[in-house]
């Protein structure tokens, strides 16, 4: 009797503190990792950060409805969506979510959207709201959504960043980064003892160095022209290199910043006519001969689990990617 109540208690005991472990992780998932540029295997910029039973979307590009059904995350349980700015391949998605999230019998959102971005973003929502004002007021009659669900809230970020969220341990930083002349922020989210910094758009920037210091995970952007079409054609190259961090800036950032883990999203693999995309191996290659830390070329659906084990990663799988959840 003694044996069975002790195999009880140590079996209450892991659960309990397998599901107080659990709470304390961070998932990361990658939804989309393309640039503008159309590609069936890669949707628009998109990630997902779950933290502290909370849901959070930062940036909305083409297809992040569709890979947050394949995630089996239900639209109506976004808790915030953080946007880094406001080119068209960071808010393609947002109509989608907005129009969609509100139906479905019991299931749901019953509560406004809310986003966090640069200034101008009141007006993307106000257009978002007009775009579908028809539609709307057709749903509410009806009842197949209810009022509530027709709005957003927005919040302008801070001209220069800093704290901007803060619920239930979860903390949201937006900080500056360097994307040409449009305003842009990366994000570092805090949970417990965990950081995740997501470098938006960006080249080399002192306060992504600054955000981003020994991490658990970055997520970072890159580009790559191929050495044949940098040599052939550099006006075609370098402009996106100043957007973007090349293969070598991306080493010297890695190498700067140092975090436990890094994963590339938001890869623009440039080509023209006559010269053909670069390899991942290239990728691979050019970022590692300035960098000899663990890093990742990203896939859409590819996710993180940060524990205090560390970060593992969920590979990604072209199944996994097209498989219809259930």
């Known amino acids: 009797m003694k044996s069975i109540h002790a195999f009880i208690f140590i079996s209450l005991a892991c659960l309990m503190f397998g599901s107080a472990a659990r709470a304390e992780d961070i998932k990361v998932t990658l939804l989309g990792t393309s640039s503008p540029v159309l590609n069936i295997n890669r949707f628009g910029m998109s990630t997902l950060v779950q933290a502290g039973g909370q849901v959070l979307l930062f940036d909305v590009g083409r297809g992040a409805a569709l890979r947050l059904h394949q995630a089996k995350v239900p639209l109506r349980d ?37 986003i966090w971005g640069p200034q ?40 220069d960043g800093g704290p901007i969220y803060d619920k239930d341990g979860v903390r949201v930083t937006a900080f500056l980064v360097n994307h040409g002349q449009l305003t842009a922020y990366g994000y ?37 022209g191929s050495r044949r079409l940098e040599a052939a054609a550099p006006e075609l190259v370098q402009p996106r290199y100043a957007h973007l961090a090349s293969p070598e800036m991306a080493g010297r950032i890695l190498n700067e910043a140092r975090p436990r883990e890094a994963v590339f999203s938001h890869i623009s693999l440039i080509s023209s006519r006559d010269i053909q995309r670069p390899s991942h191996d290239e990728l691979k290659s050019r970022i590692g001969a300035l960098y000899d830390g663990p890093f990742i070329i990203g896939e ?20 996994k990617r097209h498989q219809e959840p259930e």
Do not use: W
Not at 121 to 136: K, P
């Open 300 to 319: 859409d659906l590819m996710s993180f689990t940060i524990t205090s084990n560390g970060v593992s990663a969920d590979q990604y799988s072209a199944a």
């Open 188 to 224: 570092r989210i805090d949970y417990r003892s965990h950081t995740v910094v997501l470098s938006g758009d960006t080249t080399y920037s002192p306060n992504l160095i600054k955000y981003a210091k020994g991490v658990d995970l970055l997520v970072h952007c890159v580009a790559i």
């Open 78 to 114: 976004i808790t915030a969506i953080f946007i880094t700015h406001l080119h068209s391949d960071h808010i393609a998605g947002l109509p989608d979510i907005y129009a969609t999230a509100p139906l479905g019998p019991g299931g749901a959102r019953r509560v406004p959207l809310e």
């Open 120 to 159: 101008g973003i009141a007006d993307v929502a106000r257009g978002v709201e007009l775009m579908f004002a028809t539609n709307n007021k057709v749903r509410v009659a009806e009842k197949d959504m209810v009022q509530e669900a027709t709005t957003t809230l927005t919040h302008p970020l801070p001209s």
